[in-house]
């Protein structure tokens, strides 16, 4: 069982950045593939960005592209999410899960994280 922890979130105006952090409890947390999905108030938790185990595969919504940048440290069993050029779109709360294989598909991620709040105002 993994257990995931975020931080990092925060109050950014627009145009501003921050950078998440996802750590995973256990040395197995490196084998497996990464994804940052994000959740704003009434709406679905959409898909964000995914890196697999090695950190040489990433994907990233269209949303997002060019402005977040996923990556990962094995040997401190944490993933990022880089932002910038944040919009105030862009708030929501921000989830990281960890699964067998990068996906945009939340069921295929069995481990989930309780989620960091950005607030992006404009």
């Known amino acids: 069982q993994v257990q995931l922890v975020e931080s990092g979130g925060g109050l950014v105006q627009a145009g501003g950045s921050l950078r998440l952090s996802c750590i995973g409890s256990?040395?197995?947390?490196?084998?497996?593939?990464v994804a940052w999905f994000r959740q704003a108030p009434g709406k679905e938790r959409d898909f964000g960005a995914a890196?697999?185990?090695?950190?040489?595969?990433?994907d990233y919504a269209d949303s997002v592209k060019g402005r977040f940048t996923i990556s990962r440290d094995n040997a401190k069993n944490t993933v990022y999410l880089q932002m910038n050029s944040l919009k105030p779109e862009d708030t929501a709360g921000y989830y990281c899960?960890?699964?067998?294989?990068?996906?945009?598909?939340?069921?295929?991620?069995?481990?989930w994280g309780q989620g960091t709040q950005v607030t992006v105002s404009s």
């Open positions: 890196i697999n185990w090695s950190g040489g595969s990433t």
């Open positions: 899960a960890a699964g067998i294989r990068t996906s945009r598909a939340r069921h295929e991620y069995a481990y």
């Open positions: 256990e040395r197995a947390f490196s084998t497996y593939a």
